[in-house]
Structure formats: structure tokens, C-alpha cells
């Protein structure tokens, strides 16, 4: 027998010593509902939050103010490309290109992060990346590396857009950075700013910070009118 359970079912330990409560993320065997701290039986409670509730939020999509790429080369772990796939998802990614060592879909280790997205977001492989990113560069794209440099510009300083092209953003290997010579190819590199001990994020952090505020916090100033030129906002 299974409990009807919505998207936003939870349990709650029936010892209120314990009082663990956890979300149902599927239907559970009634004799499987044992709180898995304390072993004492859960409880189905009601939320707040009705499921019509989370199909509207479920509904509230839009679409990316530029059309965006990413180049993933030589990232060593298998978890930071699942949930960089997620992240691409989320973000309305419209195309991954991985290469070198990066682990490719169908590896179990990157369902377990991306959950599914790395069926949603197109994608191709090159062994060479910074041949593909030559390609890409042929192909009349414009690439933009992820990377601190002295040279490198603030994620949130940004003051101009490609004109007319797809956006690649690239993101290299966790340790070694990004390939010197695909660096060479970039048109601009960003940064993120950093204020703490540590110089950087991990790369899938960082991948999700700069995807979306690319997709979606940019000034509607530079995406409307997504020049290549720096482009002053209208005054009131």
C-alpha cells in the first residue's frame, strides 16, 4: 500500500522526543515508515503549500536576456559536471561542449548531481579543447573565460555584449585553471570578486554565480541593445 503524496508532502517522527521531520521525495512502503534516526514510525502531516502551489511555481519560467554557451575543459569531477549541467539547465544554456578529461553523461556519478538536466542540455564532446575552441571562434562565437587574471574584468562590472552571437563561457580544469592557449582565444575574461580567505569558489559555484547573473541580472541597458560597444544608460 502507498501513501498519495504531493511534491511537497512531508513526514515527522511520531516521537516528540525526536520530532525529525524530512520530505517524502517518493511513495513510501507503509511498513518502510520508520524515522531513520530514531526508528520510531513517521507521520504524513500536512503543509501549507497546496500542489496547485508548486505546479504555478513549477510554471514561472523565462527565458535568458542573451543566448549562452559554455566550454567545460579538463574539469576533473565527475559531481561539479552534473551539477554544472543542472545549472546550465536552470539557466536556459542552450549548448555544453566538453572536452578534454571532462566526464561525459551516462557516468552515474553525474546523475547523482544533475538529476536529470544532462537529458535536457545539448551537448558534444572534443578531446581537444583548445581545438573546439578555435572552432568555435570560426564559427563566429565570442568566448568569455571564467578565470582571476590581472587583466580580468568583474562578473558585475560588465559593460558590454557581444553583438548578435551566442555568449561561450569558459571554465577550466579546479586546479590548473584554464588552458593558456584556449585563454588566448578569449575575447574578455571575468571575475568573480572574492572578500574571505580563500582566492576563488569551486568551479561549479562559480559556474552557477556567473551563469546566472549573465542570463539574468545583467542591465536591461546592455541586453536590450546588446552591443559591442559600451553603451550608456538612457537618463529619466
Not at 185 to 190: A, E, G, K, M, S
Request: aromatic residues 8%; charged residues 15%.
Amino acid at each position: 500500500m502507498k501513501l498519495a503524496q504531493s511534491p511537497t508532502s512531508f513526514f515527522q517522527c511520531s516521537n516528540p522526543k525526536c520530532a525529525l521531520r524530512i520530505p517524502a521525495g517518493r511513495a513510501l512502503q507503509t511498513d518502510q515508515l520508520k524515522c531513520p534516526r530514531c526508528h520510531s514510525p513517521l507521520l504524513l502531516v500536512p503543509t501549507a503549500r497546496e500542489v496547485s502551489d508548486a505546479l504555478t511555481q513549477s510554471s514561472k519560467k523565462t527565458s535568458p536576456a542573451i543566448q549562452l554557451e559554455a566550454l567545460l575543459d579538463n574539469i576533473r569531477s565527475t559531481f561539479n559536471v552534473g551539477a554544472m549541467f543542472r545549472t546550465a539547465d536552470g539557466a536556459g544554456i542552450s549548448h555544453l561542449y566538453l572536452s578534454g578529461l571532462t566526464p561525459l553523461p551516462g557516468n552515474p556519478r553525474i546523475s547523482k548531481t544533475a538529476l536529470g538536466a544532462e537529458f535536457a542540455v545539448p551537448w558534444e564532446y572534443a578531446p581537444n579543447g583548445y581545438q573546439l575552441a578555435q572552432t568555435l571562434k570560426a564559427d563566429g562565437k565570442t568566448l568569455w573565460a571564467l578565470e582571476t587574471t590581472s587583466t580580468a574584468v568583474s562578473l558585475f562590472e560588465i559593460q558590454a555584449l557581444p553583438q548578435n552571437q551566442p555568449l561561450v563561457l569558459v571554465v577550466g580544469n579546479e586546479v590548473s585553471g584554464i588552458d593558456p592557449s584556449i585563454m588566448e582565444l578569449c575575447d574578455q575574461t571575468i571575475f568573480i570578486p572574492m572578500s574571505g580567505f580563500k582566492h576563488s569558489l569551486n568551479v561549479a559555484v562559480a559556474f552557477g554565480i556567473a551563469v546566472y547573473h549573465l542570463a539574468f541580472g545583467l542591465p536591461a541597458y546592455l541586453t536590450d541593445n546588446r552591443m559591442g560597444s559600451k553603451i550608456q544608460p538612457q537618463s529619466s
